[in-house]
């Protein structure tokens, strides 16, 4: 049973950062690519970072020179560092999985979802 497990949202102030994890069970984690979405309220899921297999990596226009993601396979992790929050960075994050080298816009799996609150 694959089971992808984030941690590390909250509520922070803007300009703020934190850092999100998610911990990958049930896939060989090596040979899958991972990223993060997210969904704002009112608004559709998007694409926020992907890292491949190999370790390149990809972010949206809006996050990019703030947001890190990486991975660290030894411990099935991935995670995204987040710098310099603005408050329309506020959603709910989720961890994603597609069984090959790179993340696809249609995940093989999702996790449950961390929320994000960006605000004074």
């Known amino acids: 049973q694959v089971q992808l497990v984030e941690s590390g949202g909250g509520l922070v102030q803007p300009g703020g950062s934190l850092r999100l994890s998610c911990a990958a069970s049930g896939i060989i984690f090596r040979f899958t690519g991972m990223g993060w979405f997210r969904q704002a309220p009112g608004k559709q899921r998007e694409l926020v970072a992907v890292i491949s297999t190999g370790g390149n990596t990809g972010y949206a226009d809006s996050v990019k020179g703030r947001f890190t993601i990486s991975r660290d396979n030894a411990k099935n992790t991935v995670y995204l560092q987040m710098n310099s929050l603005k408050p329309e960075d506020t959603a709910v994050y989720y961890c994603?999985?597609?069984?090959?080298?790179?993340?696809?816009?249609?995940?093989?799996?999702w996790g449950q979802g961390t929320r994000v609150t960006v605000s004074s």
């Open positions: 994603a999985a597609t069984l090959g080298a790179v993340l696809t816009t249609s995940p093989d799996y």
